[in-house]
């Protein structure tokens, strides 16, 4: 092609702009697209993925007990929900570094919201204020915080319960839920994901049995009960408590109505750390056909005593190595569950 010809090719289109605004207003819009299109990839791009150390805003602040608290937070802007899938159970690393005054170490502690995985626009976490001692404090540190005050956290992996992370589509039909203490929050999360997601089309029916020492420690009981009031038919609590008496619990009949409740809760009551009675009439039965799970969450020794201690595997820089179950032992083996039936959270 020489050069004359490209010379005219170039005249002819510079005409035809001239004479067609039309044509020329489309290629305007079309660049104007592809700008808009590139800005928006690119703040896409620079929201942080959840799994990175990022800011989370306290929103809200409402006080359970003496010493604990609900805590919501916002979400980043550009993220939708807290984890990646909206039925997988969370957790966050929240992070603390001590005033360098006191010389203490940097801290970091896990927490799993008591909010549902699809939650938009924020999160919602229990947390109990334990006071500091080396190695914690990070409870003290979140629930002396003021609204719009924000942490550092990042969500952790995927918890794996038996080959999976999923709670829906195992066939799964009964989950017992087994709280002790501050252990109620992953096990609320759980329960929220089996019947509040999908209408909860698979019916699955939720069994928890929670754990205090006294009245007074009883953690997210609205959210509790607001759940219970929702799904009548499939979500069953019952309540017990170790220290209190015989009068404080107006007799303790496993029965009775819980003296913390309003006189429109189903829930029952009784009195001691658990055994294999107790389970059988707060959990449901044991089931060979692979429909029934029960979740245990507590402080380690409560653990141990439902269902053996949970063990770590090794690392290399000696730090804590992920869990390992180990056989099934305690309450829940007496109550004549086999390990498959078990996941210790």
Known sequence: MTIATIRSKRIKIKNLFFRSPFLLLIVAVSVCNNMQSGIAQAAKSAVLKPWKSQPYQLLKKKKLSKDSFLLRYGLPEGRSMLGVKPDI?????????????????????????????????????????YPYQEGGGVGKYLCDMEIGSSIEAQLKPERIMHDSPNVLGR?????????????????????????????????????????????????GKDEIEALARD?????????????????????????????????????????????????AKAL?????????????????????????????????DGSKGPKIQGPLLGVLKDAGFTAEQVFKY
């Open 89 to 129: 159970p969370t957790c966050i690393k929240v992070k603390y570094q001590p005033p360098a005054e006191t010389g203490h170490k940097a801290l970091a502690k896990s927490y799993s919201p008591v909010s549902h995985p699809s939650q938009s626009d924020y999160f919602e976490l229990v947390v109990k204020a």
């Open 231 to 279: 799904h009548p038919d499939n979500f069953f609590v019952t309540y017990s408590f170790t220290r209190e008496t015989e009068d404080a619990t107006g007799g303790g009949n496993d029965d009775g109505a819980c003296p913390i409740l309003d006189g429109t809760s189903k829930a029952n009551f009784t009195r001691g750390k658990g055994d294999a009675s107790m389970a």
């Open 171 to 219: 066939g799964w039909k009964n989950i017992g839920l087994v709280a002790g203490g501050t252990g109620i929050a992953p096990l609320l999360q759980v329960a929220r994901i089996a019947l509040e997601s999908n209408g909860n089309e698979e019916n699955i029916k939720v069994h928890l049995l929670f754990i205090n020492h006294t009245f007074e420690d009883v953690l």
């Open 284 to 316: 449901p039965k044991p089931s060979n056909s692979g429909d029934t799970m029960v979740l245990v969450c507590g402080r380690d020794g409560f653990v141990a005593h439902w269902g053996g201690p949970v063990g770590r595997a090794p690392t290399e």
